[in-house]
């Protein structure tokens, strides 16, 4: 089995900034993708960054520019780094590790708000 945990999150005040982490334990045989989601009430779970084995990075449009994904292999840790956070980008971000199955952390809330 694999774990992932996701400390972080929190309020934060448009415009700010905030580093999401996603550390991975336990049987991890191969990774092939690893990714952050974002959620929000009644909508379906969003992928809008990935990060491939090889470093290959994705991003959504309306990401670019202001969230970096990034990893640490050594510590089987994915980074969010999250500046000039806006009210839109309130919701619960997951993060996600597909290897030979795809894995899921808990979850964290961000809300942006003044």
């Known amino acids: 089995q694999v774990q992932l945990v996701e400390p972080g999150g929190g309020l934060v005040q448009p415009g700010g900034s905030l580093r999401l982490s996603c550390a991975a334990s336990?049987?991890?045989?191969?990774?092939?993708?690893r990714g952050w989601y974002c959620q929000t009430p009644g909508k379906q779970r969003e992928l809008f960054a990935a990060?491939?084995?090889?470093?290959?990075?994705n991003s959504a449009d309306s990401v670019k520019g202001r969230f970096t994904i990034s990893r640490d292999n050594a510590k089987n840790t994915v980074y969010l780094q999250m500046n000039s956070l806006k009210p839109e980008d309130t919701a619960v971000y997951y993060c996600?590790?597909?290897?030979?199955?795809?894995?899921w952390g808990q979850g964290t809330q961000v809300t942006v708000s003044a």
């Open positions: 996600m590790l597909g290897g030979t199955q795809v894995y």
């Open positions: 336990g049987s991890i045989f191969s990774i092939i993708v």
């Open positions: 990060i491939a084995s090889g470093g290959r990075i």
